[in-house]
């Protein structure tokens, strides 16, 4: 999937039909036949598009599993076939629900509230929700490279409290786990979990994901450093430890700012989040701020057109 605005614009779906696909399975599946088929229904297994919705012979209603069958290659399949809803026999409605409210809530919603509302068990409901998050996650080779002004910063998720007082250490050096965050001013952003904040670990990253054209702007941290000779449009920091916080339009209170709704999604919603699926969760916040111009409806829509040509298979 690719998360670009401009170029893909999701089909608007009207989001008044959403909250009938939530509660009405037959609804929902032809919602979710409409957001990943696109108006064209498509083998899985032979790409033919020659092929017909199977209905019950005696009532002459569609089939109860839902199935379609394929002309060419006589396989039948359901929507859900070679996407993320595959694995699950979980009912499409809850999927609706959930891949709505996912796209729609600012800090995310959490399995308990999905849990709530659907009647789902909580597993149910946290594999919906991890699923989700990988529909929203574009494929790093399809990420279109960031260009303009850049600002790149790192910060600590999570990490475990200091033993004995309940309060969390802050900053390098701790068990938190290192995120780097790379945003271009009035466009798209990207976070990762890295490895370490090392020069090596950090410009890497970023190589991968702006232009060379670009202008590159950090804080005065050293292994942003000699960034200025790999980047034509240069790189300036912002030097934090003399309290300064902006010169002119050197600053990196974007990548900041970003960093600041994730740790009050993380904590507000999420609670505990295991470094192992933290790279989840920034997956579905990058999806939301690149998509922030769009209306709820597309939003979700994208998020569902995400789920195509994607399984993930997930261990327990
Ligand atoms: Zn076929």
């Not at 009532?59 to 699950?88: A, M, P």
């Not at 590159?216 to 934090?240: C, M, P, S, W």
């Amino acid at each position: 999937m690719r998360v670009n605005e401009s170029e893909n614009l999701a089909k608007s779906e009207s989001i008044g039909e959403i909250p009938l696909a939530c509660c009405d399975e037959p609804a929902a599946v032809e919602f979710f036949e409409r957001q990943i088929w696109q108006g064209k229904p498509l083998c899985p297994h032979c790409q033919s598009t020659n092929v017909y919705k199977m209905v019950d012979a005696k009532t002459g209603q569609r089939n109860k599993r839902y199935l379609w069958r394929c002309h060419d290659c006589k396989e039948q399949f359901t929507v859900r076939i070679g996407t993320v809803l595959e694995e699950s026999r979980i009912p499409l409605r809850h999927w609706a629900y959930a891949f709505w409210r996912a796209a729609t809530s600012k800090k995310g919603v959490s399995a308990m509230e999905i849990k709530r509302q659907t009647q789902l068990s909580y597993p149910s409901a946290l594999f919906l929700l991890h699923r989700i998050r990988f529909a929203m996650t574009p494929e790093p080779e399809t990420a279109p490279k960031m260009t303009g002004t850049v600002e790149c910063d790192e910060t600590y998720v999570g990490g475990k409290p200091r033993p004995g007082t309940g309060v969390h250490k802050r900053g390098r050096g701790t068990s938190k786990t290192p995120v780097l965050g790379i945003v271009q001013r009035d466009g798209n952003i990207h976070r990762r979990v890295v490895a370490d904040v090392s020069a090596a670990t950090l410009k890497s990253a970023i190589r991968e994901c702006v232009d060379n054209q670009a202008r590159i702007v950090t804080d005065e941290n050293l292994a942003y450093r000699g960034l200025g000779k790999e980047f034509a449009g240069g790189h300036q920091t912002v030097n934090h430890s003399n309290r300064e916080y902006a010169r002119g339009d050197v600053w990196t209170n974007t990548a900041e700012s970003s960093f600041a709704l994730i740790k009050r999604g993380l904590t507000g919603i999420y609670h505990a989040v295991s470094k192992e699926h933290l790279h989840r969760y920034l997956g579905e916040f990058d999806f939301r701020w690149n998509t922030r111009r769009l209306n709820d409806g597309e939003r979700t829509s994208l998020a569902i057109q995400g789920a195509s040509g994607k399984r993930l298979i997930m261990q327990p």
